[in-house]
Every structure is written in structure tokens, then in C-alpha cells.
């Protein structure tokens, strides 16, 4: 089985970057990763990819084109077909994403369009919302914009904090990621008219209350 070629950019601890390594230890999942770019030469995923024997490369983020002129060089050498931005904090040169139009995801920790760019889980608490979540999507030069491509809802609680929302939404990023290569590598994902279609979608049947309606 010939597997999808993913390159994975990351700034930090890499948990998405390690939910989909875990995914791609299974022989039969459609995709492996090839390649891990951080533009800081101190973040913990790094580890991880070498550790599995990932290539592996910093490049420091001083310039966007200087950064995505070493990038693009680092992923075409690994033959990558597809960009995954795993906690990737820093906005990408326009003419990059471009280049890699509909091969280039996201996974932001909210429901988009709703709260993008920095600290949606406070704000999503702020605004006093039911549900948050995550979002993964196609890449577009605005940020944390793009075709949908899959959404994990998850319900704010009365006691929540920032830290305690963040983490009830990272827990489902790790699911919802490896669900989205695997469409996507599987060949069951388009974009048609910027918005994404997939072969074989089915949306839950059952409908969500919060607070929960009384027993």
C-alpha cells in the first residue's frame, strides 16, 4: 500500500505531532510521516520525531520567505504531498500556502469561524458559549481560515478555566487529527467551490444540550 507522504510543522511540545506519529504505526493507516520542521530549535516534539527516526530540521522563523524558501526545499526533499501545521505558531508567507493549496492543513482549538487566531479558549469562556471545540481545515493565507474539513465539539463547564477547557479540547484534537489525514489520504476529500466534500460522510444522528435537559 503506498502511503501519504506528510510533512509536519510544529513550535512546541508536539502533542498533535504525536497523535499522528502514534496513527501511522499502524501499517494499514494511509499515511506516514516523513518530515518535522519547528522554527524553534528547543521545542519537545523535535525529540519525538528523531526519536522515531523522523528527518528532522530547525529552521528559525526570522523572515516568512527566508522560512518558507528553507522549508519548501526541506519538504520537496522528502517528496511530501501533504502539510500538516501541528501547533505551528507563526504565520505562514502567502506564496508558501499557496503552493501548497489544498495540501496544507490546520487543526485550530475552536469551532470555526468562531474565535480564530490567539487564545480561543479564554475567549471562547468569555463570550459565555455552551460548546467549543476543534477544527481542522485547509490552509489559506488568513489565518486560521480555510475549507472545513472535520469538527469535534466538546461543552464548556460552569468551573472551567482556560487551562481546564484547553485541555478538554486537546484531548479530541488527538482524535479528530489522525481522522482527518486518514480521509484525506484515503483520497476522500475535495474542495468544490472552497468547501470541502467527503465521499462516505455521514453527520451524527443525535443533537446536543447544554446544560442537559432535566432527568
Known sequence: MSRLRVGVLISGRGSNLRALMAACVDTTYPARIVSVVSDRVKAPGLAFAQSAGICSAVIPHHARQAFAAQAEVLLRGQRVELVCLAGFM????????????????????????????????SR?????VRFTGCTV????????AGPIIAQAVVPTRPDDDEASLSARILSVEHRLYPLAVRLIAEGRVRVVADKVEIDGWRAPKIALLNPCEPL
Do not use: C, K, T
Request: charged letters at 20%; glycine letters at 4%; a neutral charge.
Open 90 to 121: 507563526r504565520v505562514l508567507d502567502a506564496a508558501f500556502v499557496e503552493a501548497w493549496r489544498d495540501r496544507m492543513v490546520n487543526i485550530h482549538p475552536s469551532l470555526l469561524p468562531a474565535f480564530p487566531g490567539l487564545r480561543p479558549q
Open 137 to 144: 481545515h485547509f490552509v489559506r493565507p488568513e489565518v486560521d
Open 124 to 128: 471562547a469562556l468569555a463570550a459565555g
